[in-house]
């Protein structure tokens, strides 16, 4: 076995012997090494609703099984996403003043009805009649992408492709200067990570950059507001009525939300659909076969890969779920990477089925309230990008094993060494 294989056989080994109280799937490196499955299948079969008595975010509860997820998600009057009870991931310093954090508030830490004001505001974006627009430019984009591959040469797929084309349709959607689009790609990363995590040393070395960033998009924001509105996401901010009393804090955690979604979860599943296409080669061969698979192969991509990997909630209220109680204030993860797997309503959940019935069934967009707003425009760069792979290429090569994002929010990947194959 290579080393990565010795990791995982020691994940299971762990997993299947640790006792439950123990468990602690918030931890990075799992995720680093794609070690957390064995974790999340013992949990949903024996502890569905488990309590972590201690970790790096401090104690919380672990909601693993499907059915539990979509239940917690629509009851957002007792399990709340607002960042003044708590924040809507496990890891309040990386979005909240905490331990040297800086405030990134958005209306994914909203509860309704300051939420849907908030959403509203920039949700014309994805309309019908923007989507269309779009299709035609990542068409364009994305041939270009893929005609400038090497193929039978090592390349690294996160940066080629994945990094490339969504950060393209990022600065189309900001209307941002595409000569200095890779900035968008940093900020994206600086947002979900915390120190010692690889990009930068200290939390003031983050918000210095992410001032940075700040400082950028006021520039943009003080020009668009200027003008008469346009079909971009910061015009549609500048001229909301809505959002004028925004704080300097408020720009910056909308910004952080409109960067991070655009951006980070269609990266993930572009990398991660490459790697699915390694891992079982005669599915890429049947999707090949039968070009209209691609409509369920897309879903699919999203589900198997789950690029956000939990969301968390906090309880407003004393509350008895599944046979536990669940104090008021206590941290809750919905982890939608579990949840994608269980085996009681997905059939065969760790394969890749390109032709899966109900592929769409999947928990990877959230659900309810706080459902991506952009699942359509990533399910349409997804499309476009695998008809062309297909019509390009006879197999995908992941050359070793992939540098992942060490992250228990982002489930991604840093690099992936591919050889694509004529």
Request: proline share 6%; charged share 25%.
């Amino acid at each position: 076995m290579d080393e990565a294989q010795v990791k995982q056989q020691s994940d299971r080994d762990i997993a299947a012997s640790m006792p439950l109280e123990e468990f602690d799937v918030s931890r990075p490196e799992l995720f680093e090494r794609e070690g957390l499955h064995p974790y999340f299948e013992r949990m949903r079969r024996e502890a569905p609703v488990h309590y972590c008595k201690d970790s790096h975010v401090g104690p919380f509860w672990s909601i693993t099984k499907f059915n539990d997820i979509i239940e917690m998600e629509k009851n957002h009057k007792i399990f709340s996403s607002d960042v003044s009870v708590g924040s809507f991931v496990l890891d309040d310093t990386t979005l909240n003043a905490v331990d040297g954090g800086i405030d990134l508030p958005n209306f994914l830490g909203m509860d309704p009805p300051k939420h849907d004001i908030h959403r509203m505001a920039v949700s014309p974006i994805m309309a019908p009649e923007n989507l269309a627009r779009f299709e035609a430019l990542i068409q364009d984009r994305t041939t270009t992408v893929l005609d400038g591959l090497p193929v039978g040469e090592t390349f690294d797929w996160v940066d080629r492709v994945s990094i490339e084309l969504t950060t393209m349709m990022l600065a189309t959607l900001l209307d941002f200067p595409f000569e200095d689009r890779r900035k968008l790609t940093r900020w994206s990363d600086l947002i979900t990570t915390r120190p010692g995590q690889g990009l930068v040393a200290s939390w003031e070395e983050r918000e210095a950059e992410l001032m940075e960033c700040l400082g950028y998009f006021q520039g943009l924001y003080d020009e668009r507001k200027s003008l008469p509105p346009k079909p971009d996401l910061i015009s549609m901010l500048a001229h909301s009525p809505e959002m004028q009393d925004f704080s300097p804090t408020d720009f910056l955690g909308m910004l952080a939300l409109l960067i991070v979604g655009g951006n980070d979860t269609t990266r993930s599943s572009m990398s991660g659909g490459a790697l699915a296409c390694h891992l079982f080669p005669e599915e890429f061969s049947k999707a090949k076969a039968d070009r209209s698979l691609v409509a369920t192969m897309v879903p699919e991509i999203v589900r198997w890969q789950t690029p956000i990997a939990h969301m968390r909630r906090t309880a407003l209220e004393d509350v008895e779920f599944h046979g536990h109680t669940i104090k008021k204030g206590d941290k809750i993860a919905m982890w939608y990477l579990s949840g994608n797997r269980d085996e009681d309503v997905i059939d065969r959940p760790m394969d890749f089925i390109v032709d899966r019935p109900r592929a769409r069934y999947h928990l990877s967009f959230g659900f309810g309230i706080h459902r991506c707003l952009g699942n359509r425009l990533a399910e349409m760069q997804l499309r476009i990008l695998w008809e062309g792979l297909l019509e390009r290429f006879s197999r995908i090569e992941v050359i070793g094993e992939p540098v992942r994002v060490p992250s228990n929010l982002i489930h991604g990947f840093l690099e992936m060494s591919v050889k694509l194959h004529a």
